[in-house]
């Protein structure tokens, strides 16, 4: 398995501010995953995080609104822009190890004033 | 496109006996892989158990055991000796080897196991 680091934990933001959520993993991995989890809900794939090129964002989501880094193979970053209170989720990344195994960050809890 | 469906919002169970939490998916590939997540009021998302679509045995880890049956599309989770811990919401979620690897989840079932 793979140790997965994602910060901060929770926050509370104001409205029209934006954030931006890291995830590092132990190990370099190929496929890295943002996903989001409104309130009692599923989960839902925002986008796929590629080392080296623009991640592949899922249908609804938009890089404007969500733009993500990913340097390298252990480390990548979601932002959530000019925050409202519907972007009131949590927010998880993910990795697939060797033997397609996914696994998660604990995840960032974000409530917008 | 993959789709899975859990029909069970809630479940509860009392403690010490067993529950089987329902599953099924549908897509038109051969060759993907089965998850069921479970995802305690902490909020992690803990891999449970993993089902190769290519494997006829079901899989099994410690108390938790899967039902795969292939040709219904069915993937249900059991689990015995059910004890306070595993209250928890559980996911069902399906992947597509060869692809881009992602997840598509089920709706997830909210299990209670009582005292």
């Known amino acids: 398995s793979a140790v997965i680091s994602q910060k901060p934990s929770r926050d509370i933001c104001q409205r029209g501010t934006s954030l931006t959520i890291q995830c590092q993993v132990d190990s370099q991995v190929t496929m890295m995953f943002w996903y989001r989890q409104q309130p009692g809900q599923s989960l839902t794939l925002i986008a796929t995080?590629?080392?080296?090129?623009?991640?592949?964002?899922e249908s609804g989501f938009v890089i404007d609104k969500f733009p993500i880094s990913r340097p390298n193979l252990t480390f990548s970053t979601l932002t959530v822009s000019n925050m409202s209170p519907e972007d009131s989720s949590i927010y998880l990344c993910s990795v697939v190890t060797p033997g397609l195994y996914q696994h998660f960050g604990d995840g960032t809890r974000l409530s917008i004033l | 496109a993959q789709t899975v469906t859990q029909s069970q919002p809630e479940m509860s169970v009392q403690e010490a006996e067993t529950v089987t939490l329902s599953c099924t998916y549908d897509?038109?590939?051969?060759?993907?892989?089965l998850f069921w997540y479970k995802q305690p009021p902490s909020r992690q998302m803990i891999l449970v158990i993993r089902q190769e679509a290519y494997k006829q045995q079901n899989a099994t880890e410690n108390r938790f055991s899967v039902n795969f049956q292939k040709a219904a599309k069915s993937f249900s989770l059991k689990i015995s000796d059910s004890q306070l811990g595993d209250t928890a919401m559980y996911f069902c979620?399906?992947?597509?080897?060869?692809?881009?690897?992602?997840?598509?989840f089920g709706k997830g079932t909210k299990l209670t196991v009582n005292p």
């Open positions: 995080a590629n080392q080296g090129s623009e991640a592949t964002y």
């Open positions: 979620a399906c992947l597509l080897r060869g692809g881009s690897e992602k997840l598509v």
């Open positions: 897509t038109s590939e051969s060759n993907y892989y």
